[in-house]
């Protein structure tokens, strides 16, 4: 593989302190081989993960205590099939790679936050097509040929837009709950029971 194919250079930096840029290719591959190189590398399915991570984790004394008590017994190594070497190596290892794991983390966001501002840089400049390409097609001297990119552009972009209830389609505004109505019949009033009559005064 060319190095020209795989590297690029930072514009803004000088020739003395322009650093060597991996393009992505090139840091694919070398996760690839860096891959092949973990010992126990795995993966594991997310139950299978849950079942490990309560003994994975256990009180960090606690497993001091027991690695001792392996080193005063030889008759615990027997029972275990273990001896306190390794077992002591072993977790020396977990720790060791447990910062391999926080470095690789901060790895991982910083390819994220980069990544993230090409994206928005990317972004901002189609906002501005978009934008540019309108004023574009006004006046005398339009560019007619943009209206259609135009007209895809305005489909296909969906910031700032909200739907509003009027342009629900049917069945997807919320149900009116029905007016419960009384139909029991009114009932009579009494026979016995004058009818009131309203006076007036002058």
Same mark, same amino acid.
């Given at each position: ?21 991996? *393009?992505?290719?090139?840091? $694919? ?12 590398? =795995? ?5 299978? *993960?849950? !079942? ?12 001091? =205590? ?45 390819? =994220? ?6 994206? %928005?840089?990317?972004?901002? =400049? ?29 489909? $296909? ?8 209830? *009027? ?7 919320? *149900? ?14 009494? !026979?016995?029971?004058?009818? !009131?009559?309203?006076?007036? %005064?002058?």
């Amino acid at each position: 593989m060319n190095i020209k194919d795989v590297v690029t250079t930072n514009p803004t930096a000088t020739a003395e302190d322009r650093p060597l840029f991996l *393009a992505p290719e090139a840091v $694919l591959e070398q996760l690839r081989l860096l891959q092949q190189q973990i010992p126990e590398f =795995t993966q594991l399915e997310i139950p299978d *993960a849950h !079942a490990l991570r309560s003994v994975a984790n256990l009180n960090p004394g606690f497993v001091r =205590t027991a690695i001792d008590t392996v080193s005063a017994s030889a008759r615990v190594q027997t029972a275990l099939g273990r001896d306190p070497e390794g077992v002591k190596q072993e977790a020396l290892d977990a720790d060791q790679w447990s910062s391999v794991e926080a470095q690789l983390r901060s790895l991982l966001k910083g390819v =994220t936050a980069a990544n993230l501002l090409r994206r %928005h840089r990317v972004g901002m =400049t189609a906002l501005k097509t978009y934008n540019i390409s309108r004023q574009l097609v006004r006046g005398s001297d339009a560019e007619v040929d943009l209206i259609p990119r135009i007209a895809d552009m305005k489909r $296909l972009n969906k910031l700032g837009r909200r739907r509003s209830k *009027a342009s629900q389609p049917p069945g997807m505004q919320p *149900a009116t709950p029905p007016v419960q109505q009384d139909v029991s019949p009114p009932e009579p009033a009494p !026979a016995s029971e004058p009818v !009131a009559k309203l006076e007036l %005064h002058s």
